[in-house]
């Protein structure tokens, strides 16, 4: 770790930087390491040293995003760490877990951290979020004194809201009780009469903005917040996948993928070159695996939804296809190569080294936005093409212009619903033409099981195939149209 020194003036800096209430951070801190001096007796001064950084900057993003402020606070602190130091990555792991569920296999800092230094993150991360129930009031007028320490912790909170903080403390121990031990033990005395139940974290009066929604900003800065976000949503889509809860799981993850491989594409310019390829490679392989499942979801859904005889043996066939990609999926998310593959992608998302921080936003977002526009215009060749594969590329590219629309929208604003929305109406017809597709593919396998059955099934696809091509032009003369190239070019100019 770096000297005690240095940590403070960073701290200190970040704290001024971001109008922290220092009174409550202070409270905060001196909770925690009340707390971690109870527990650790032998520990080292670094890791004292951390949890009181924690505690102190654990509402950095109140200022900027109350709703969403671990997770801004979390960026924050990353956005001013030097290069890769761990002491950083740790701080910001707390920040980002002090508060709502500790979903700590979601959360990017904890996920590239070494085993030893994930379980220290995991444990100061639980000492705060104690720490900070224990001034949920918000008054700074609770205090708490170590009772006993064998076995488990015995404390007594004593104040006038010492009851109401008790109470989140110990709501707030189930990270605790998940890495350190059983949940301290809590003895109230109360000083004085509290008539309300007074709440605390209230928003800030005057919120700063967004310190990533300005062209000015670094696009890898931008980019890694992006792709920190994608690994939060990847892990959530994994854990629903794992446990087979919806039909949409499997796909929510396949779209996981496809961003995060977006956005690894759009920062290749800034991104260090051997680990974004190495993280695409392990992506694309994800999103193959998660396609397996998809692929026969979408068609069973529609199979089982018509009124059609014959079938049930094809479905059935189809069915078992479905399982035995499932359960190849689950295995892969279960295996030691997919964590390995995850910790590198979360350290590509955290840690600064290699990255080419100097291009702004932008330096590239215009062109790049401009770019994939033409890209996707370039398939209308005095109209829109008609064989299948074309239709599939020209599907990718608009993808493309979307993910590329969806890494600047936090800077693009209320106009992003107006670039997206024709977008997202097209790409669900073009959609809607590869899923018949793909059902085709699926179903060749089994024909000679219900030939007359299948045949049936695919007329009535091949039916709706020819429909949706013929809507598809009415969609396609938004995106074209001289507004919405207007609204692009409004969008470019403001970058």
Avoid at 17 to 37: E, I, W
Avoid at 110 to 125: G, I
Avoid at 187 to 212: F, H, I, K, M, N
Avoid at 302 to 316: H, K, N, Q, W, Y
């Amino acid at each position: 770790m770096g000297s005690a020194t240095h940590l403070t003036d960073y701290v200190e800096t970040l704290l001024t930087a971001y109008r922290v209430d220092r009174a409550h951070a202070r409270q905060v801190a001196d909770h925690a390491l009340t707390l971690f001096d109870a527990l650790n007796q032998n520990r080292s001064s670094d890791a004292r040293v951390l949890v009181e950084a924690g505690a102190l900057l654990h509402n950095v993003g109140l200022t900027t995003d109350p709703p969403e402020h671990h997770l801004v606070g979390r960026d924050i602190v990353l956005r001013h760490a030097p290069g890769d130091a761990a002491d950083h990555l740790i701080i910001a792991a707390i920040v980002a877990l002090h508060r709502r569920k500790p979903r700590f296999q979601m959360e990017p800092t904890v996920l590239c951290l070494n085993k030893r230094s994930r379980k220290l993150a995991l444990q100061l991360a639980a000492i705060v979020r104690v720490a900070d129930g224990f001034d949920y009031s918000q008054t700074q007028t609770t205090t708490i004194q170590v009772l006993s320490r064998n076995g488990r912790l015995s404390l007594v909170a004593t104040g006038p809201h010492a009851a109401v903080d008790s109470e989140r403390a110990l709501a707030k121990a189930d990270l605790w009780e998940h890495v350190i031990g059983p949940r301290p033990e809590i003895v109230v005395q109360s000083e004085g009469t509290v008539v309300e139940e007074v709440a605390g974290g209230d928003e800030p009066a005057d919120r700063l903005p967004y310190w990533y929604a300005s062209g000015a900003v670094p696009f890898a800065e931008l980019g890694r917040i992006v792709l920190r976000r994608q690994i939060r949503r990847l892990q959530q889509t994994a854990r629903a996948v794992r446990n087979d809860e919806t039909i949409e799981a499997v796909h929510d993850l396949r779209v996981a993928t496809r961003r995060i491989r977006a956005a690894l594409r759009l920062l290749s310019p800034v991104a260090p070159a051997k680990a974004a390829r190495q993280a695409t490679v392990a992506v694309r392989t994800l999103a193959r695996q998660a396609g397996a499942t998809r692929d026969r979801d979408v068609l069973l859904h529609d199979m089982t939804g018509r009124d059609m005889s014959g079938l049930e043996p094809v479905i059935e066939a189809i069915r078992a296809e479905r399982m035995a990609a499932h359960a190849e999926l689950v295995n892969y998310l279960s295996a030691k190569q997919y964590e390995r593959e995850l910790r590198a992608l979360a350290q590509l998302a955290c840690v600064n080294k290699g990255w080419d921080n100097r291009p702004r936003v932008r330096d590239h977002a215009g062109s790049m936005l401009y770019a994939h526009y033409e890209a996707l215009r370039s398939y209308d060749r005095d109209g829109l093409p008609e064989d299948e594969a074309s239709l599939h590329a020209m599907r990718i590219a608009g993808k493309r212009l979307r993910y590329a629309l969806e890494l600047v929208s936090d800077i693009v604003g209320e106009r992003f619903g107006d670039l997206l929305q024709p977008l997202i109406d097209f790409q669900d017809h073009l959609g809607a033409l590869n899923d018949i597709s793909v059902a085709r593919g699926l179903l060749a396998p089994h024909t000679n099981h219900a030939p007359a059955a299948i045949a049936g099934y695919l007329a009535a696809r091949e039916a709706e195939w020819a429909t949706l091509r013929q809507e598809l032009p009415e969609c396609w003369n938004v995106l074209v149209s001289s507004t919405y190239r207007n609204h692009l070019l409004t969008v470019i100019s403001d970058l």
